[in-house]
């Protein structure tokens, strides 16, 4: 079978127009009315029309917000593929429940997150996920890995592409709330970089808690390949969002509360806030001669990049700043004014002119501030020079010119803006197709839209965001479909369909089923060859298989009060055939894929008999895949 996400989408979009257009004229007015645009337009596609069985260009990857996972789409046609767990609880795989996730969620957690974790049964419950991003080579996607954010208990989780399933969790020490997270774009990633947004007290052991002077946060940059936290930044005022040059040299930051206060009014107060540059040569070059200290039981290498340093530059900015946006070409990166209706350009050329002391002001990096309307939050590019930028209080975006903003800038006349589109409503994020990557393509742009308001049938208080897809391929931006979705994806990356390769079933010698080998190879037994319990003392060890319709094992005896480990293995190598194993009110339940070898562990401390059952719809037998526990007084 070929590889369904090969380039030939150019000719799969063809087909799908012309046979749009022949079901119009066959079908007449009805099949018309469903395909208004794809009659009207030239632009193959334009109309984000994907038909049934036809596949999506691109990918987009979404973060959740406060459900704590990561959503796979399809895009143009807002389809929702996938939902990955992350930082939450997932029943329908059994994250959260199997022993392999709990170890992905325990292991990289600090010593304070671990304790938090102990008293909750070993897992902390609750994600706040923000800022999807893949990995680079060169500049661009690489399709290894996704990197994602958690606000709510610090941490930065890492995601396989070949599986998508998170792989890796890590606890950032010393900060509150890891907002901002961009990864280095060159030669490779190489680096995370993530912001503590909350300044703290250092060491936080409640002995300047009540001194908001002594209050700081980190700017963090972790190893993408063995997420380790390699180095950590020492700043003034808050971290927000955070971005990265295209050359590896330079990381910077947007920072919302220049003022240090801990309450709203205080960190209104002044009328510029920042943008701080981290100088990464000089960073590392610090590390290396050990000028650094550390915080509390972390190791972690701590510089001073506070006002002053030569590690970094402050950039004074217009109010609040919040996103901060590197443009394709590289040259320049974009701190979105939030308070401010402005957007600062700054272009990075010269920010190695003032590292070397050739320039004077921190200001004079800046090369444009166009005024583009009220709320500016995010920006993305088309890569032909032009720059989209959501407007949360207008709910707009507007498009503008880079080059002409530049021009403005020294003439004061230029106007950079081209057109601004009304979205429904109040939007946050934006991105457009590779916009993040030197290969943006400038076909579609999401618009992330905080409220639905009427948009949608009302569900109550409560009500779905509103996502929009833009077509910006040509001169004016169209929209052309609102996709619901739900609490609360901040951010999205959209990825052309060729730069991911995703298995179609585990590999069994994959390393991550290495631990249960090597527990296998102890107890005599060879998984996917043998159906067997081991009695270990107390411990029992169940290893079977699961093939549709049948597991390997279905009774089994073990006595009150023993630890119960079950490890089955799928061996049906069919692609799509998931199994399940759910244990009747002991509440466990996981998904087991084709090839695929999980685990789960618990005590047996209900006496009786207790069915278990094969949850994923596997087979015209799948009610009857099941078997029984037999828990002996
Ligand atoms: Cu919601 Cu990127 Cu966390 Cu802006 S952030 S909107
Ligand atoms: Cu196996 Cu359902």
């Known amino acids: ?60 990857f979404y973060s959740s917000g ?53 008293k909750q049964g070993g897992i902390l419950r609750n994600g706040d996920t923000h800022h999807p991003h893949m990995s680079y080579t060169d500049g661009t996607y690489d399709g290894r890995y996704l990197f994602i954010n958690d606000k709510a208990n610090s941490r930065v989780a890492r ?16 900060v509150q709330a890891v907002h901002g997270l961009r990864l280095q774009k060159f030669p490779r990633t190489g680096y995370v970089f993530c912001n503590g ?20 946060t980190l700017f963090s940059a972790l190893d993408g390949d063995t997420m380790e936290v390699k180095w950590q930044v020492k700043v003034s005022g808050n971290l927000d969002n955070t971005n990265a040059d295209y050359a590896g040299r330079y990381a910077f930051s947007t920072c919302y509360n220049s003022e240090n206060g801990v309450v709203l009014g205080e960190m209104m107060r002044a009328e510029r806030d920042h943008v701080v540059v981290f100088n990464i040569a000089r960073i590392e070059e610090a590390v290396k001669q050990g000028k650094f200290t550390t915080i509390g039981d972390s190791k972690v290498p701590v510089v001073d990049g506070t006002k002053g340093s030569d590690l970094t530059l402050y950039i004074p900015i217009p109010k609040g700043p919040h996103g901060i946006n590197t443009s394709p070409d590289g040259k320049y990166f974009i701190a979105n004014g939030k308070l401010s209706p402005t957007v600062s350009v700054v272009e990075i050329a010269k920010l190695d002119e003032y590292f070397d002391g050739k320039l004077k002001e921190p200001r004079d990096v800046v090369v444009a501030e166009p005024e583009l309307g009220l709320g500016p939050l995010h920006t993305t590019f088309d890569g032909r020079g032009n720059a989209y930028t959501t407007l949360f209080i207008d709910s707009q975006v507007a498009k503008w010119n880079l080059e002409d903003a530049i021009k403005g800038f020294k003439d004061g006349k230029t106007n950079p803006i081209r057109q601004k589109l009304d979205v429904h409503y109040q939007p946050g994020h934006l991105n457009a197709s590779m916009a993040e990557t030197k290969e943006a393509d400038g076909k579609w742009l999401i618009s992330l839209n905080k409220f639905s308001k009427d948009r949608f049938l009302n569900v109550g208080p409560l009500k779905p965001e509103c996502d929009q897809l833009i077509d910006i391929s040509g001169d004016e931006m169209k929209l052309v479909h609102d996709g619901p979705t739900y609490s609360e994806p901040h951010d999205c990356i959209v990825v052309r369909r060729d730069v991911l390769h995703p298995s179609r079933l585990y ?12 527990q296998a190879k102890k107890d005599g037994v060879e998984i996917g060859k043998d159906n067997k319990v081991i009695r270990d003392g107390n411990k029992v060890r169940l290893y079977m298989m699961s093939y549709a319709p049948n597991y390997g094992i279905t009774d089994f005896k073990v006595k009150q009060g023993d630890e119960v480990t079950i490890i089955i293995k799928n061996i049906d190598e069919i692609e799509d055939v998931t199994h399940g ?5 002991y509440d466990i339940q996981m998904e087991i894929s084709p090839q695929q070898t999980v685990s789960v562990t618990f005590i047996a401390d209900e006496v009786g008999m207790f069915w278990y059952y094969c949850q994923w719809f596997c087979h015209a037998l799948h009610m009857e895949m099941r078997g029984r526990m037999m828990v002996e007084a």
Do not use: H
């Not at 590999?507 to 090597?518: I, S």
């Open 159 to 174: 995601i396989r592409m070949d599986l998508m399933v998170c792989d890796k969790i890590v606890q950032i020490p010393n």
């Open 66 to 118: 406060q459900s704590g996972e990561v959503r796979v789409y399809g895009i143009p046609s807002m389809r929702e593929l996938k939902r990955i767990p992350v930082f939450n609880y997932f029943p329908a795989t059994g994250w959260g429940v199997t022993n392999e996730s709990r170890k992905i969620l325990y292991e990289g957690l600090t010593p304070q997150g671990k304790r938090r974790a102990d």
């Open 507 to 518: 590999d069994p010698n994959d390393p991550m089923f290495d631990d249960l080998k090597a």
């Open 581 to 585: 194993f759910t244990l009747t009110n």
């Open 197 to 216: 947004e909350f300044m703290i007290p250092q060491p936080n052991d409640g002995r300047d808690m009540y001194d908001p002077s002594k209050y700081y």
């Open 1 to 60: 079978m070929s590889d369904s996400n090969d380039k030939s989408g150019v000719s799969r979009r063809k087909f799908l127009v012309a046979s749009g257009l022949t079901g119009i004229a066959a079908g007449g007015g009805m099949t018309a009315a469903l395909l208004p645009m794809a009659a009207q337009s030239s632009e193959p596609g334009a109309d984000g029309y994907v038909a049934p069985g036809e596949l999506d260009d691109y990918y987009g």
